[in-house]
């Protein structure tokens, strides 16, 4: 009987947390969402939780982690948040000009845009202060975050930005125009302290 626990807790640890990711999700927009589902606050936004279960080139399926999955797993929210954490390693940076070459005339030269090697719901990188950090040592500037979709952001050293008051017009002029709903994140800039190392609204 023993062996059999332990069969069941190596599957859960190896073959299910492996697949967990994070996703951050508007939470006023998905209010209702939130409220069904394991998830935790994260500044403005929410954390919600996914499992993927293909990743083929062309394609990524994956299912949100519900309260009665994650109660038939046999774990709780940490469990899930800490999993997302730790498979956060598999982040990519890509130059601006690979995506968005209008952006270019006020976000600079500098700009990058951060998301996962699967660019799904790859806004969840915004946690990964490591990154951040190295980015930030490597410009030895402060970042500003701008919530690009659900799938990735792009961080600019805010040196590089003559201003920063007009930001949330043209974030929110950018998503009115250019997303659906449920890829927005979020309406307003971010940005990271590289002497905090902290992340914070602006």
């Given at each position: 009987?023993?062996?059999?626990?332990?069969?069941?807790?190596?599957?859960?640890?190896?073959?299910?947390?492996?697949?967990?990711?994070?996703?951050?999700?508007?939470?006023?927009?998905?209010?209702?969402?939130?409220?069904?589902?394991?998830?935790?606050n994260y500044l403005d936004l929410g954390i919600i939780y996914r499992?993927?279960?293909?990743?083929?080139?062309?394609?990524?399926?994956?299912?949100?982690?519900?309260?009665?999955?994650?109660?038939?797993?046999?774990?709780?929210?940490?469990?899930?948040?800490?999993?997302?954490?730790?498979?956060?390693?598999?982040?990519?940076?890509?130059?601006?000009?690979?995506?968005?070459?209008?952006?270019?005339?006020?976000?600079?030269?500098?700009?990058?845009?951060?998301?996962n090697e699967l660019y799904v719901n790859g806004a969840f990188q915004?946690?990964?202060?490591?990154?951040?950090?190295?980015?930030?040592?490597?410009?030895?500037?402060?970042?500003?975050?701008?919530?690009?979709?659900?799938?990735e952001i792009i961080v600019v050293p805010e040196c590089d930005l003559?201003?920063?008051?007009?930001?949330?017009?043209?974030?929110?002029?950018?998503?009115?125009?250019?997303?659906?709903?449920?890829?927005?994140?979020?309406?307003?800039?971010?940005?990271?302290?590289?002497?905090?190392?902290?992340?914070?609204?602006?």
């Open positions: 009987m023993n062996s059999k626990i332990i069969a069941v807790d190596e599957y859960r640890d190896k073959l299910v947390l492996k697949n967990i990711m994070g996703q951050l999700i508007n939470k006023e927009l998905h209010r209702e969402l939130v409220e069904s589902v394991p998830h935790r499992i993927i279960v293909a990743a083929e080139t062309e394609e990524v399926v994956s299912f949100i982690v519900t309260n009665s999955l994650m109660d038939y797993m046999g774990v709780c929210e940490e469990h899930l948040y800490n999993a997302a954490i730790e498979n956060l390693s598999n982040g990519i940076e890509v130059e601006l000009e690979s995506f968005i070459p209008a952006h270019e005339r006020f976000l600079g030269n500098r700009a990058l845009v951060l998301t915004m946690l990964c202060t490591n990154r951040l950090d190295v980015i930030s040592r490597r410009f030895d500037s402060d970042l500003i975050i701008f919530p690009s979709s659900i799938h003559s201003r920063t008051d007009n930001l949330k017009t043209i974030i929110h002029d950018v998503n009115n125009m250019c997303l659906d709903s449920d890829d927005i994140l979020s309406d307003h800039p971010y940005r990271y302290d590289r002497e905090k190392r902290f992340v914070s609204c602006l």
